[in-house]
């Protein structure tokens, strides 16, 4: 698995996303599920889920766009 990063560049990611096989993009999803569904914390104690949560919700709609036909091209 893949270190994550502490932000998200949207545009980037949904590059990296649109490129991946079907296969590589349900990996990636059930990865950052676990990420987002198991907390982690920063140096305060505080949860720290937030780029994890974003890259999880866009794995989705990636898949989602995918599976209803519709493209952004």
Do not use: C
Not at 43 to 59: C, M, N, T, W, Y
């Amino acid at each position: 698995m893949r270190e994550p990063q502490s932000s998200v560049d949207l545009d980037v990611l949904r590059v990296r996303l649109q490129k991946m096989s079907d296969e590589e993009l349900l990996q990636f999803g059930r990865e950052m599920h676990s990420l987002v569904h198991r907390p982690t914390y920063d140096h305060r104690g505080k949860p720290s889920v937030l780029a994890f949560s974003i890259q999880f919700d866009e794995a989705r709609q990636e898949w989602r766009r995918r599976k209803s036909g519709v493209s952004n091209q």
